[in-house]
């Protein structure tokens, strides 16, 4: 069983930045692949980005978030982060963090962490 925890979240104008972070612990974080997720009021939860096992491997993004925002992660520290550029207020939600304890690729997530807010005001 994988634990995450998201941080990093906040308020913040449109046009501005922000650095979401996911911390894991149990398991072994370097096979892993993540993801980010977004839910926003009233909608289904949608996926943002994925990133393969390591740092520099394959990475993959939603169309909505393509150029402006970028997966990372951090073997090392157990660690997977979400920098968001360019924010607008559709960005508006709550972003989960999430792994794939089996390591397949495509990723199907199995562990979830509770969420951070991110809220953009125009």
């Known amino acids: 069983q994988v634990q995450l925890v998201e941080s990093g979240g906040g308020l913040v104008q449109a046009g501005g930045s922000l650095r979401l972070s996911c911390a894991a612990s149990?398991?072994?974080?370097?096979?892993?692949?993540m993801g980010w997720f977004r839910q926003a009021p009233g909608k289904e939860r949608q996926f943002v980005a994925a990133?393969?096992?390591?740092?520099?491997?394959?990475?993959n993004y939603a169309d909505s978030v393509k150029g402006r925002f970028t997966i990372s992660r951090d073997n090392a520290k157990k660690m997977v982060y979400l920098q968001m550029n360019s924010l607008k207020p559709e960005d508006t939600a709550v972003y989960y963090c999430a792994a794939d304890s089996r390591g397949r690729w495509p990723a199907r997530y199995d562990n979830w962490g509770q969420g951070t807010q991110v809220t953009v005001s125009s």
């Open positions: 149990g398991g072994t974080f370097s096979s892993y692949p």
């Open positions: 990133i393969k096992w390591s740092s520099g491997a394959s990475t």
